[in-house]
């Protein structure tokens, strides 16, 4: 994948400029690069959680679990005004950063999990990922009838 320097188009790149990331292969073509004043290139405007048709996943899975969630279903996330309006919230982000950074991820889930801002934000999440089952409510009336008969 190496490219030929764009300074002299001689030599393979070595090097790319910190500010426009112009590849180059020598100091002496640095020189010649910095004699004209470069800009950063043009990116895209973030726009916050915005999700675009056309975006694909950052890093391809490489296997998948029963655990692995698809695609469609974490766009979900990024389309929810209740998790927007979470996440507005400075003492939550600061959780989440907490447990991103953890060296145990576990535990500082189970941390986490004792405050309530952070309970609601995962319940969220799992509501909008994993939608509850309907479930017959005749069954459940059947039940209870079953354990109230049972205790007697």
């Known amino acids: 994948m190496q490219t030929k320097c764009e300074i002299c188009n001689e030599n393979e790149r070595k090097y790319k400029c910190k500010t426009c990331h112009l590849p180059y292969c020598s100091v002496g073509c640095y020189r010649v690069h910095q004699e004209k004043p470069c800009e950063p290139p ?43 309006n979470l996440l507005a919230n400075r003492h939550l982000r600061q959780l989440l950063q907490e447990v991103d950074c953890g060296w145990s991820g576990m535990n500082s889930i189970r941390v986490a999990m004792m405050e309530p801002l952070f309970v609601e934000f995962a319940d969220e999440c799992l509501r909008l990922v994993e939608p509850p089952e309907q479930e017959d409510d005749g069954d459940l009336d059947q039940l209870v009838f079953t354990n109230r008969l049972n205790r007697k």
Do not use: M, N, Y
Not at 53 to 79: C, I, N, S
């Open 42 to 84: 043009q990116q895209e405007p973030k726009t916050g959680v915005e999700i675009r048709e056309d975006r694909q996943p950052a890093k391809p899975l490489l296997f998948t679990t029963v655990d692995t969630v698809p695609q469609e279903k974490l766009e979900l996330l990024g389309q929810s005004e209740h998790l927007k």
